[in-house]
């Protein structure tokens, strides 16, 4: 280290310790016999009171002082003397009774101040009842989205919305069709009830396909009154042709049916049986037969063919089964042989039923004159 930097103290260097070195220095006690001169050759201030043991010890009032904090070392904010100058607050009342704390907020009894209390009658003693008129508020700029609202397009916008929202609720069974009634639930519930009635009521009223039955005897019957009349009967070798009326012997069968039945139209088709041919029709019209019951009826038959020459079998076969029993061997004709198809119109039913039987003993209904045609 240079010579210059080094260190004033010369106890740092072992050397004899100086008057000067504050930590080394002993103090005598201030009750030794050499304190005062002492005290004098280190200058001290006598008016301090650290060294003046009986000020140090004792405050202005004579009481014992603690680690030097008396009375005149910090403020004192309170007051000492009690609230309005040390009065009791009944015996200042005169009347001796309790003070009323709440007297300035509930405006009974004896006020604490009366600076804000106003001696004139109040304005609404003399004044009658007031009728409070609200005024709304004013709102808010109308928007673009409730401009639009008020449009055709945003009225029918919020009505299908509407509608959507209803539909959902609905299926998801929060709502009913009126009000809390007709929910999806009880809907179903509602349906499959009316369609077990509309099916009981349907069995009872929905009229069933009659069966049909040709008397055994006469399949086919002479005509008679004004259908006799109303064609005339022909067989024609040139040109080749026949023509006449009669009548189809049918029964006809409603036990399946629970009320009367009833027919708009029962038309019938005559086929030769042979050849295919049509050789007649015929229409009952509008006929109705009584619930379960076997009704027999005649169905009106208008036997009608044309051909290119007697050769044709069709012919043939209706002019033979027709003829003159003088003109066969025996007297026996031979036997009329046809298909007859039915196609019904039955009203209550929507569709329109058909059925067909086949016939190969059937006399025919008329009977030509000796060596006619």
Request: proline residues 6%; contains cysteine.
């Amino acid at each position: 280290m240079d010579p210059d930097r080094k260190s004033t103290v010369s106890s740092f260097y072992g050397g004899r310790r100086g008057s000067q070195d504050a930590l080394n220095n002993d103090f005598p006690s201030s009750y030794g016999p050499n304190y005062s001169n002492h005290a004098q050759g280190r200058g001290r201030d006598d008016a301090s009171s650290f060294f003046d043991r009986t000020s140090r010890n004792l405050d202005g009032a004579g009481r014992a002082s603690t680690a030097g904090y008396n009375r005149g070392s910090y403020f004192m904010a309170g007051r000492e003397e009690p609230v309005k100058g040390g009065r009791d607050e009944e015996e200042a009342g005169g009347n001796g009774g309790a003070w009323d704390i709440y007297a300035d907020f509930n405006n009974e009894g004896p006020r604490y101040s009366s600076a804000f209390v106003s001696s004139s009658t109040p304005a609404d003693a003399t004044i009658g009842p007031v009728e409070m008129v609200t005024v709304p508020a004013m709102g808010p700029e109308w928007q673009r989205d409730e401009l639009r609202d008020m449009t055709k397009a945003g009225k029918r916008e919020k009505k299908s919305e509407s509608r959507q929202q209803a539909w959902k609720e609905w299926n998801r069974g929060q709502r009913g069709i009126c009000g809390k009634w007709f929910t999806r639930k009880m809907l179903i519930i509602f349906l499959f009830i009316l369609c077990c009635c509309i099916g009981i009521i349907l069995a009872f009223t929905i009229p069933r396909v009659p069966a049909f039955a040709f008397n055994t005897s006469t399949p086919l019957a002479n005509a008679t009154g004004d259908w006799k009349d109303a064609i005339p009967t022909v067989f024609s070798r040139s040109p080749t042709n026949f023509s006449f009326a009669g009548f189809a012997d049918l029964q006809v069968n409603t036990d399946s049916n629970f009320l009367p039945l009833t027919f708009n139209h029962l038309r019938a088709t005559i086929y030769d049986l042979d050849t295919g041919v049509q050789v007649g029709s015929g229409d009952l019209g509008h006929r109705t037969f009584p619930a379960k019951t076997l009704s027999s009826f005649q169905l009106p038959l208008n036997f009608t063919y044309s051909a290119v020459n007697t050769s044709d079998t069709t012919w043939t076969n209706w002019y033979d089964a027709c003829r003159n029993a003088i003109d066969d061997v025996g007297g026996v004709r031979p036997a009329v042989k046809f298909t007859i198809k039915l196609d019904m119109d039955i009203a209550g039913l929507p569709s329109k039923p058909s059925t067909q039987a086949q016939v190969s003993n059937a006399d025919c209904p008329v009977e030509l004159a000796e060596n006619a045609g």
